[in-house]
């Protein structure tokens, strides 16, 4: 089963963040969170993982709580294109052989 | 950045045939690579782990004689649906890692459809 919980659905106005939360309170402390989007009917596109600092890369910026139980994907400035399911994945194992199980992600919807 | 190709993108064929499903990561090597499959409104379920030169690892639940899975190089793992079905229709993804650091990201596939008539 998957290790995280998000909201279902989310709504964001272009050209603002959109703000995506995960909780993942039984995260163990080898364990990376990974971020991945999917558009509909394309594979997973990676966006960004951090363990426990804050990562920021170009599409994105993740920030991780002290205790790690939970995170926020900040994309800073939303487009039409960035409306996809998002998903927060807590990967199993610390090496390049670690699994994602997926959840049910959260359907990000980005308006004019 | 890293790149997992797969083919076909879809395929349709009868039941009772079998169809071979191609991932191949484009510009570095794999040792371990993932499928999954995905029916509509769902989310990614995890099939396999796929070693390179070994045999691999199924889930709970699959059978590994309907899902044949040979990962016989670095850069390339075939999932052969057996037997096909029409409840085998689906979408399956594959994934892949490994640039030689810990916790690099897994790459995806851009997915097969498969359709059993």
């Known amino acids: 089963d998957a290790k995280t919980t998000q909201p279902t659905s989310m709504d964001c106005a272009e050209g603002r963040a959109a703000n995506l939360p995960c909780n993942h309170s039984t995260i163990s402390g080898n364990e990376y969170v990974y971020w991945y989007r999917q558009i509909h009917s394309q594979g997973p596109q990676y966006i960004i993982h951090g363990l426990k600092n804050n990562e920021t890369n170009e599409m994105a910026s993740l920030i991780i709580t002290e205790d790690r139980k939970s995170s926020t994907l900040i994309l800073p400035h939303a487009t039409l294109r960035d409306t996809a399911v998002y998903y927060c994945?807590?990967?199993?194992?610390?090496?390049?052989?670690?699994?994602?199980?997926f959840g049910q992600g959260t359907t990000l919807q980005v308006k004019p | 950045g890293a790149v997992v190709s797969q083919h076909p993108s879809w395929v349709i064929c009868k039941s009772g045939t079998s169809v071979k499903i191609e991932c191949r990561s484009l510009?570095?090597?794999?040792?371990?690579m993932f499928w999954y499959r995905q029916f509509p409104k769902q989310s990614l379920m995890l099939m396999a782990t796929?070693?390179?030169?070994?045999?691999?690892?199924?889930e709970q639940g699959v059978e590994k004689d309907k899902f044949l899975i040979n990962h016989a190089s670095l850069t390339l793992s075939t999932l052969t649906v057996t037997s096909a079905h029409p409840e085998d229709s689906s979408f399956y993804i594959c994934?892949?890692?490994?640039?030689?650091?810990?916790?690099?990201?897994?790459?995806f596939g851009n997915g097969t459809r498969l359709t059993v008539t």
């Open positions: 994945i807590v990967r199993v194992g610390s090496s390049n052989t670690g699994k994602l199980i």
């Open positions: 510009d570095f090597q794999a040792t371990t």
């Open positions: 796929s070693n390179e030169g070994s045999k691999a690892t199924y």
């Open positions: 994934s892949a890692g490994g640039d030689g650091f810990n916790n690099s990201p897994l790459h």
